[in-house]
């Protein structure tokens, strides 16, 4: 039973956010609803004694979190797909959600499998990779589109880098497709300068707010964009009791379903970023691929695409992406020195101003990642 004098339930919505308030015995005290602004949380419980509120992960659920967390309150903000009481009711409303919500909150937080959201600099940081993020889909969406309609008229697009297509694509476009596809390939031109200093900002603000950057940067793959993205999704390394963790937090352990002498063999879970998740499987895609530098994260990955069996090689991409995930989070903590291809003798410290450590030691991936 909850150790608060008031427990609230509160379902957000777009306009309006329903508010179940419950004493210790259950008994509801209070229904209603309110605005979702600033102003209307303010007047509700600004005032308020310090309470213990319930609400879904949702659009809104960063910043009200934080608004209410100001007030004094201990704030939950639940993980809606494991709360099967509420997105599996055959009674889903905005009033019952809220209820459920708070008498989940009374009996134990941990049925609610709360998660907590990134601090208000890192929220406004991520935006700045995720706005990048929306100009490269839109790029590939426009490429895609130039190759397959130069392929519907009989021409193939020049294979190249997504970076100097609209340069390329220029001197081999048909007279018959210019009027269509000239703006598209101009746009795409726009697009790629963008991406560019969205480039240049990402890079100057890992350097200047996020020193630590360096640290995982020491893994080949790892460039200042996956390494700032790990960073502020992670954002406190120490909530961490193992460096494994991190694998299982970002989806790339299998899911279990295992009963009685039943235990299949399941896909990734895919919870946590998928943006961190994607570069992570794109960094192991360099490091078992053609261009990758000779390191033990590489040959434990080729080995275990050689063992054969059906979709070998993705299996072995998604396990050097777990096992990468593990390796920075470990080089992150300890400051030490990576090391591709095992321990060295000699020391040689990194100097970052995330590193406190005199002595750093060398570091391998299989230092970090154990032998899955």
């Known amino acids: 039973m909850s150790k608060y004098s008031t427990i609230v339930g509160l379902d957000l919505g777009d306009r309006y956010s329903h508010f179940c308030v419950m004493d210790p015995d259950g008994e509801i005290v209070e229904q209603g609803r309110l605005r979702t602004t600033r102003a209307a949380l303010l007047r509700k419980f600004g005032a308020m004694e310090r309470a213990r509120v319930a609400m879904e992960v949702c659009t809104y659920s960063p910043w009200v979190s934080r608004q209410l967390k100001g007030y004094g309150h201990e704030v939950l903000v639940a993980n809606p797909r494991k709360v099967a009481l509420i997105y599996g009711s055959m009674r889903k409303r905005d009033e019952i959600d809220a209820e459920s919500l708070a008498r989940l909150a009374r009996l134990d937080p941990q049925l609610l499998s709360p998660i907590e959201h990134r601090g208000l600099h890192a929220q406004q940081d991520m935006a700045m990779v995720r706005a990048r993020e929306v100009l490269v889909k839109a790029r590939t969406q426009l490429v ?15 294979q190249c880098s997504t970076d100097c297509f609209h340069r390329k694509v220029l001197l081999q476009l048909p007279a018959v497709l210019t009027d269509a596809l ?39 793959a790892v460039g200042p964009l996956t390494a700032l993205a790990y960073v502020l999704t992670v954002e406190d390394p120490y909530r961490f009791a193992k460096s494994r963790s991190v694998g299982a937090y ?13 235990d299949p063999q399941l896909r990734i879970s895919k919870t946590g970023s998928r943006l961190v998740r994607r570069l992570l499987v794109g960094s192991a895609h360099y490091i078992m691929g053609p261009f990758g530098p000779d390191t033990e994260l590489r040959r434990w990955g080729l080995a275990m695409a050689e063992r054969g069996g059906k979709n070998a090689k993705k299996r072995a991409v998604v396990a050097v992406a777990r096992k990468l995930a593990v390796l920075l989070h470990k080089l992150w903590i300890t400051g030490q020195v990576y090391e591709p291809l095992g321990y060295s003798d000699k020391k040689a410290p990194l100097a970052v101003a995330a590193c406190d450590e005199t002595n750093q030691v060398p570091f391998s991936a299989t230092t970090a990642g154990g032998s899955d």
Request: glycine share 8%; hydrophobic share 40%; no cysteine.
């Open 144 to 158: 895609n589109s130039v190759r397959s309609v130069m392929k519907s008229m009989g021409y193939r697009a020049v």
């Open 182 to 220: 000239a703006g598209v390939v101009t746009m795409i031109g726009e697009l790629s300068a963008q991406i560019a200093v969205y480039d240049k900002m990402l890079a100057q603000l890992a350097q200047e707010r996020y020193p630590e950057t360096v640290l995982l940067q020491q893994v080949t």
């Open 250 to 262: 970002l989806g790339l352990v299998p899911k279990q379903s295992q009963s009685g002498q039943s």
